[in-house]
Every structure is written in C-alpha cells, then in structure tokens.
C-alpha cells in the first residue's frame, strides 16, 4: 500500500499572496518507519531530551518565533528546512513527491477542491502505472493535516469513489481521506516541507528549497506529473509546465 501525506502552504484568504499549494509524498508502507526514524534522529541533535515534543513546521522553523527554533540563527533555520528535505531526497524511488499549486489571480475555482481533486487523479494516475508495469495490485490511503477542509474533503472522496475525478474513475484509493494531528505525524511534517518549498518557489521565486528534491516528484520519460501548476497565464516556464510542452 502506498500513502500520499499531504499538507498545505500559504492561504486561501490572504490577498497578499498569489497561490497556495497542497503537497505531499506517497510513502510505501514498508518505509514509513524509515522516514519516522530519520526525522527522529534529527529531531535528537536539535534536543535531545525532548526530541518527540519537537514539531517540524517549516514556517515556524523560517520565522524562529517560537522555541526551539528562537534559539536559532536563520542560517541554522534554513538548514534544519533542508536536511527534512535531504531525508525525501535520498529516499527510495518508490516514495515520490507530489504537489498542486494554484495561482489564486488567474485560475478559476476553489483552490482547496481544485487541487485535491488534481491530487487524488494523480495519484490514482501512479498507482495505476506501478500497477500496470508490475503486474501488481497496490492500493492507496491518503492522509490530511487536520483542518477546517475536513468536512469537504470527505464528501468529494466519497464522491470520486463513487463517480470518479473529471480525468477518470478512481479504482486505487482505498477509503476517504485520514486526518491527523501534524504534532503526532512525522511524515504530515514532512509533507508540509514539501508544500513549503514548492510554495516558495512558485509565490517568492526561491528555488533553494524546491531544487533539493525536484528529482522525487512523480515523473514519467521526462514529464512530471508530481507537480500541477494551476494558472492561466499565457506562458509559464516551470520545470512542471515545461515538460508538458515537449
């Protein structure tokens, strides 16, 4: 079984800024102890007595508000963000990166149902793939950073259990979305890094972050899929969207 943890970053009522995004990775089963036990252990050298209290929350850890991260530089910050994003980098391939970013200023439509209803085709899209080249019968579960979203996240699973996205009929994803306290998830802190970096790349034009797992983003001979750029400008000249145009 794979499961795609997804969080989200920026927000939807604040006119400041341009886009929000929803990102994640599909974690395979098998390696959900890996990732806990990686971010555990980083956990460990920033307080060793108290690593399970600590939350990695990639905002806060950039703003250094509160404890631990007021202890810090912002050099030091920075660097916690990136070794969270090192521990999904050199994960194995079969844990991918995936992430839906909504240009609030020219694209149509709720951002939060727009993009997860992207999110969920995509994954089904990858659960479909792995399944046809291995013969395999892989199912997925995706879970939520508990939020205000919940209610309306679970009627339109329910709904694409039954009908499908408008891309196709959702065969793969097992049950309606799981939510979770962040504070007790590594991966759903992991998954905020991710929706993190995308939205600085895209909302601040900072690619530091997004540049360090680029590579684990759903891909498939040169597209990638993991990362959906919703806008309607007349050009975009993205990593995502410019392996669409090839």
Known sequence: MHLLYLDDSGSVHNKAEKNIVIGGISVFERDLRWFVTQMDDLAREIDAENYRQIEFHASEI???????????????????????????????????????????????????RVSFEDLCSRFELMLRRINDLRNDNQ??????????????????????MELGTRWGGVRNIADVPFFVDSKASRI?????????????????????????????????????????????????????????TK
Not at 64 to 70: L, M, Q, V
Not at 139 to 155: F, P
Not at 197 to 219: C, N, P, Q, W
């Open 62 to 112: 950039f703003s250094r508000r509160k404890a631990p991260w007021n202890r810090m530089n912002k050099n030091q910050a920075i660097d916690v963000i990136h070794e969270v994003l090192k521990i999904v980098a050199k994960s194995y391939d079969r844990n991918t990166a995936f992430a839906c970013v909504f240009d609030k200023e020219t694209f149509q439509g709720d951002p939060i």
């Open 139 to 160: 199912k997925g579960l995706i879970v939520l950073d508990k939020s205000s979203y919940e209610t309306t996240l679970h009627e339109m699973s329910l709904n694409f």
């Open 188 to 244: 759903v802190q992991i998954a905020d890094h991710i929706a993190y970096a995308t939205f600085r790349r895209y909302e601040r034009g900072d690619s530091s972050y997004l540049d360090v797992i680029m590579h684990k983003f759903d891909s498939e001979d040169g597209t990638i899929h993991g990362i959906s750029h919703k806008h309607n400008n007349s050009q975009c000249y993205c990593a995502a969207c410019m392996s669409r």
